[in-house]
């Protein structure tokens, strides 16, 4: 399946602990973005990188929260010191540069369960 | 910021029959419009999408229908399959640089065979 992928597909982990998350786009597309979706709702806007440069951050995004993405391919996602409220579906997207239609391209997803 | 509110929450309906999701948006900037469907454990995909200097927009079974003035966006999917049930989700995307979608909360389409 081409296409982003997202690593790993599940994850669970205690109250406390540090988690990674790893995104790899759609190879020609530089720009990739971090959404949280929680059920019943749609995607929330994290974060959003243009090739390595990290040029949004959401205000959902805490001090606890930092992403990279350091040769602007693929991206990371760590949560340091997580809480029950962090267990949540964190999607990756991301879409080409300078395209008409701007789509954003979504991977699978990682479903964090914090205990 | 863009505030995006979709209704129904959920739509139950019959095999055949047609869908209409709606949505509304507040920021009038905003000029690009994708709904997105997903199914149980799946990504989200792009289902059609329409921007601010169109008014409709249909790819078969499917079209969407934009109000600029009212700010409000319809999906419709017509002679709806088994197949079409998932959650849809609409977003609107503002005129600004960062490309970011403020998406709706998401319509848990069922269709009964």
């Known amino acids: 399946d081409t296409g982003v992928s997202q690593d790993p597909r599940h994850k669970i982990t205690k109250r406390g602990q540090n988690v990674t998350f790893r995104c790899d786009p759609i190879?020609?597309?530089?720009?990739l973005y971090w959404y949280r979706q929680t059920l019943g709702q749609g995607p929330e806007f994290l974060t959003y990188?243009?090739?390595?440069?990290?040029?949004?951050k959401s205000r959902l995004l805490s001090d606890r929260f930092s992403a990279e993405r350091p040769k602007g391919s693929f991206s990371t996602l760590e949560i340091q010191r997580t809480e029950q409220g962090d267990s949540a579906m964190y999607l990756c997207a991301s879409s080409p540069f300078g395209s008409s239609t701007d789509t954003q391209y979504f991977g699978p997803g990682t479903r964090l369960t914090v205990l | 910021g863009e505030n995006v509110e979709q209704h129904p929450s959920t739509l139950s309906v019959q095999e055949g029959d047609s869908a209409v999701i709606k949505c509304t948006y507040s920021?009038?900037?905003?000029?690009?419009f994708p709904w997105y469907k997903q199914e149980l454990g799946k990504r989200p995909q792009l289902i059609i999408d329409i921007r601010s200097n169109v008014g409709e927009k249909k790819d078969q079974r499917i079209a969407v229908t934009l109000n600029k003035t009212a700010k409000h966006f319809s999906l419709h999917i017509t002679e709806t399959q088994p197949e079409d049930s998932a959650v849809y989700f609409c977003?609107?995307?503002?005129?600004?640089?960062?490309?970011?979608?403020?998406f709706g909360r998401g319509t848990s389409l069922i269709v009964h065979p």
């Open positions: 977003a609107a995307r503002g005129s600004g640089g960062s490309y970011i979608p403020t």
């Open positions: 190879s020609e597309h530089n720009r």
């Open positions: 990188f243009q090739n390595e440069a990290q040029l949004e």
């Open positions: 920021d009038s900037a905003s000029n690009y």
